[in-house]
């Protein structure tokens, strides 16, 4: 009886592990995802604030909504597997709000649309990635492919000082 409890403890103990294990590239995802979603959505706020162009505020509102929206949808996807989903952007997405919030008018939308370019084309490779997963994490990013390639084509739209 002692080695049947042994062995079923085991094999739960193994199933947990594999589990987890399994979950760990969908977790780092969920959580780089998720955090970079809030930082777009401040980005899309500062852009509207310190934006002087009219494409470079409109991208922002665009951003700020789209960006949230996936969020619900990212942390909907992180509860699904069992995560605590972040609750705000990184350390390195803060010092890059925090640099680009102390710029304003054309010297704000050239560094906007620059950096929105190198960070969309980095996110939709990693979405790409992320979208052969087969769970909520999987499925999360193949329907965020689409929305972060328009952002990509806005952003190279933009000329920085009209």
Do not use: W
Not at 33 to 38: K, P, S, T, V
Request: with cysteine.
């Amino acid at each position: 009886m002692n080695r049947m409890h042994l062995l079923l403890g085991t094999l739960m103990a193994l199933s947990i592990c594999t589990a987890s294990a399994k979950d760990k590239p969908s977790e780092a995802f969920l959580t780089k995802a998720i955090e970079g979603n809030y930082a777009e959505v401040s980005m899309g706020d500062l852009a509207q604030k310190n934006g002087q162009s009219d494409g470079v505020k409109s991208f922002g509102k665009m951003l700020s909504t789209d960006h949230a929206a996936a969020n619900q949808k990212a942390t909907d996807a992180a509860e699904s597997i069992g995560m605590n989903p972040p609750t705000g952007p990184n350390a390195k997405q803060k010092a890059d709000y925090d640099r680009m919030s102390k710029t304003s008018g054309t010297e704000f939308d050239k560094i906007f649309a620059t950096h929105m370019i190198a960070d969309h084309q980095k996110d939709i490779a990693e979405y790409k990635k992320a979208s052969k997963m087969t769970d909520a994490a999987g499925d999360y990013a193949s329907g965020e492919i689409d929305t972060l390639q328009k952002h990509l084509d806005t952003a190279k739209s933009l000329k920085p000082g009209k």
